[in-house]
C-alpha cells in the first residue's frame, strides 16, 4: 500500500477500514463487489488524482477488504445492510454533505444512502452503477459464481475491462490473496447467494427518483456489467444528473482510464449546481 492513512473506526459494532488521503472536503470512495475488492485496490490509481484537491477516503464494504466480515448466520449481507454500515460510516466519521463517488454495488450502496439519507450527501458520482438491472446478464457468470482459483479471478477481471487493459500479476495477487482468506470467502459466498436470490441488484424506480443529490453518472461505453441502456434509464430516474461516457473502456473506468476518470469527477464537484 501507499503512503496514506490506513485507518480504522468502529461503524456499529463493525470494524471498518478505509484509506484517507489529502483534506478539504471529503469524497468518499466505494468499491465494487468483486471478490477480493477493496478501498484500496479499486482505487488506487485515482486516489491521488483527486487528493490534489480534496480529502479523500476509500472505505472497504462490510464483508471486504480488512472491514469486518460478520459470520453470515448471524448477519445478512443484503443492499439494505450494505447502505446501513455506509451510512454509519459517514456519521462515524462526522462527515456531513459528503461526496460519494460508487462503482458497480457501491454505486447501488451510495444510492440507497443518497435515496434514504439526503441530509448527508452533498454529490452523487455513479460509475458503472448497479440499481436498475433486474436480472442477472450471463457476463456476470464469473463474478457471481467465482470458484477461488487465480484462473478465476483473471476469468472475473477480465469482465470488468476490455481486452486492451492489460491486467497485471500484482494486481491478481492482490484481489487473489484478498478472496482466499477464509473470513471473505465466506461473506462472499453469501454476499452473492444474496444477489443471486433477489436476481440482480436493484431498486424500486420511486426510490431511485428520491435522489435529490446533483450526481454524474459515468459509464464506459464497452461495459459489459452495466451497459449504456442502464446508465440511461439512471439518468433518466434522476432528476438533478450529468453523463459522461468514456470510449474504450469498460467497467473500470477508474483502474482502465483514471485521469479522465478523475478529471471528470472533480469537474463536476467543482461546477454542478445545486
Not at 48 to 64: H, K, T, Y
Not at 65 to 90: C, I, M, W
Not at 160 to 179: G, H, P, Q, S, W
Not at 226 to 251: E, N, Q, T
Amino acid at each position: 500500500m501507499r503512503s496514506w492513512q490506513s485507518r480504522f473506526i468502529d461503524v456499529a459494532g463493525i470494524r471498518t477500514h478505509y484509506v484517507d488521503e489529502g483534506s478539504g472536503d471529503p469524497i468518499v470512495l466505494v468499491h465494487g463487489g468483486g471478490a477480493g475488492a477493496d478501498g484500496y485496490s479499486n482505487w488506487v490509481e485515482t486516489i491521488p488524482m483527486l487528493a490534489a484537491e480534496a480529502r479523500v477516503i476509500a472505505v472497504d464494504m462490510v464483508g471486504f477488504g480488512k472491514t469486518d466480515k460478520p459470520d453470515p448466520e448471524k448477519y445478512v449481507y443484503s443492499q439494505q445492510a450494505r447502505n446501513e454500515h455506509l451510512a454509519g460510516f459517514l456519521e462515524a466519521l462526522g462527515l456531513r454533505r459528503a461526496t460519494l463517488v460508487g462503482n458497480s454495488m457501491g454505486g447501488a450502496t451510495s444510492i440507497g444512502v443518497a435515496s434514504s439519507r439526503p441530509e448527508i450527501v452533498g454529490r452523487l458520482v455513479l460509475m458503472g452503477s448497479a440499481g436498475v438491472t433486474r436480472h442477472l446478464p450471463p457476463s456476470l457468470k464469473p463474478l457471481i459464481n467465482y470458484d477461488f482459483t487465480r484462473e478465476g479471478m483473471i476469468a472475473l477481471m477480465r469482465v470488468l475491462c476490455t481486452e486492451r487493459f492489460k491486467i497485471d500479476d500484482k494486481m491478481v495477487d492482490y484481489r487473489f490473496t484478498n478472496a482466499l482468506d477464509a473470513d471473505a470467502r465466506r461473506a462472499y459466498g453469501d454476499i452473492m447467494g444474496w444477489v443471486r436470490q433477489q436476481g440482480g441488484l436493484y431498486y424500486e424506480e420511486d426510490f431511485i427518483r428520491r435522489v435529490q443529490a446533483p450526481t454524474l453518472v459515468i459509464n464506459g461505453k464497452q461495459d459489459k456489467v452495466v451497459p449504456l441502456s442502464d446508465a440511461m434509464r439512471m439518468l433518466d430516474l434522476i432528476p438533478k444528473s450529468w453523463a459522461y461516457f468514456i470510449p474504450d473502456c469498460g467497467h473500470w473506468a477508474m483502474l482502465e482510464h483514471p485521469r479522465d476518470f478523475a478529471s471528470a469527477t472533480l469537474n463536476f464537484i467543482r461546477n454542478a449546481h445545486d
